[in-house]
Nanobody, 128 residues
């Protein structure tokens, strides 16, 4: 069973950048389709971005497209989320999640229920 660990969260001002990382502490990253989700206080968890096992396809929520970039380095067992031009509305706990490529069902990348493995989350706070 894969174990995911996020890092890189923090407090920044609007317009600044952060880079989140998701490291696979146990398992082999190349076997997994990886997604990023976020949850703000009082709101449901929402999809942010996702990337196929080899990086060939990347997906973004409309609210972050053009500002966030997802990438992966399977040799380092790591997936990154570069977040630029951050806005107060981006404030949330960010989670990485994984599903094996063989189990992933096409088109369901934005559904939290599709991912059986989750990290503990990292807090991102953007002040105005």
């Amino acid at each position: 069973q894969v174990q995911l660990v996020e890092s890189g969260g923090g407090l920044v001002q609007a317009g600044e950048s952060l880079r989140l990382s998701c490291v696979v502490a146990r398992g082999t990253l190349s076997e997994y389709f990886v997604g990023w989700f976020r949850q703000a206080p009082g709101k449901e968890r929402e999809f942010v971005s996702a990337i196929r096992w080899n990086g060939s396809t990347r997906y973004y929520a409309a609210s972050v497209k053009g500002r966030f970039t997802v990438s992966r380095d399977n040799a380092k067992n790591r997936v990154d989320l570069q977040m630029n031009s951050l806005e107060p509305e981006d404030t949330a706990v960010y989670y990485c999640a994984a599903v094996t490529e063989v189990s992933y069902r096409a088109g369901r990348y934005d559904r939290a229920a599709e991912y059986p493995y989750w990290g503990q989350g990292t807090q991102v706070t953007v002040s105005s």
